[in-house]
């Protein structure tokens, strides 16, 4: 797949978007929608929604990022939504992320209970990625400082990939925490297949910016990309 950024150079070398959008007098969903696929059709969206507070349509593509387009059609971008509230600035795209992560059933997930819980974090994980390893190396430290780990799964290199087999054998074994760490530790993992949700997973990371393991998402909505030690996560969670 053409990444995204490329894609949106060859447009704006080839033709404006703005000319794409300029038909649309009175752009409402259908018409955000019709104005997108023309414009990228190597995306497919996976859903169209109106922010009140901009007035924006965000557009979430799979695998891209969310889109942000303007009423009439003819402008958008791309990142964060900002809300500033006085003399507070609100990241509503975060408390978005936050709100779909939080919204996820904890059945899906693997999850590292603090006996006393006090905070925790979503990481999308990979069983062969070197700094998941190290991460999850310190979730005993984690626990005892009262954060509790959820894991959800993200085959880095993609799925049907090998560490894709292995992540759906853990979710679908007997003791997905314990295979889990045996997996971390390199152990062989024995072959299972159930109903598991390793590749939902991986399009919601996918969509909500992950880009590699771990991606750690912390309560306030904010996505760390890459590993950090306990006592850092710890502060970041202000404890």
Not at 117 to 126: G, L, N, Q, R, S
Not at 212 to 219: A, K
Request: proline share 5%; net charge negative.
């Amino acid at each position: 797949m053409t990444p995204f950024f490329q894609l949106f150079s060859r447009y704006a070398i080839i033709t404006s978007l703005p000319v794409l959008f300029s038909s649309l007098a009175f752009a409402g969903k259908a018409e955000v929608d019709a104005a997108v696929q023309q414009a990228l059709p190597q995306y497919s969206i996976e859903n169209i929604e109106l922010h009140s507070g901009s007035g924006l349509y965000t557009v979430t593509l799979k695998d891209g990022p969310a889109l942000h387009v303007t009423a009439d059609g003819k402008y958008f971008t791309t990142g964060d939504i900002y809300h500033i509230n006085g003399t507070a600035v609100e990241n509503e795209t975060q408390k978005a992320k936050l709100a779909e992560i939080e919204a996820l059933p904890v059945s899906r997930m693997i999850v590292f209970k603090a006996a006393n819980e006090k905070a925790h974090i979503t990481v999308f994980t990979d069983v062969d990625c070197a700094y998941c390893r190290m991460l999850h190396k310190e979730v005993p430290k984690l626990n005892e400082m009262g954060i509790t780990v959820r894991y959800l799964a993200y085959p880095r290199a993609g799925l049907g990939s090998d560490s894709y087999k292995k992540m759906v054998s853990i979710w679908c074994s007997d003791d997905p925490k314990g295979w889990l760490t045996k997996g971390k530790e390199g152990d062989a993992i024995p072959e299972n297949t159930c109903v598991n949700p390793v590749a939902d997973d991986y399009n919601l990371g996918n969509s909500i910016g992950v880009r590699g393991t771990p991606t750690i998402v912390l309560q306030d909505g904010q996505l760390i990309p890459g590993y950090l030690p306990a006592n850092e996560l710890a502060k970041e969670l202000g404890l």
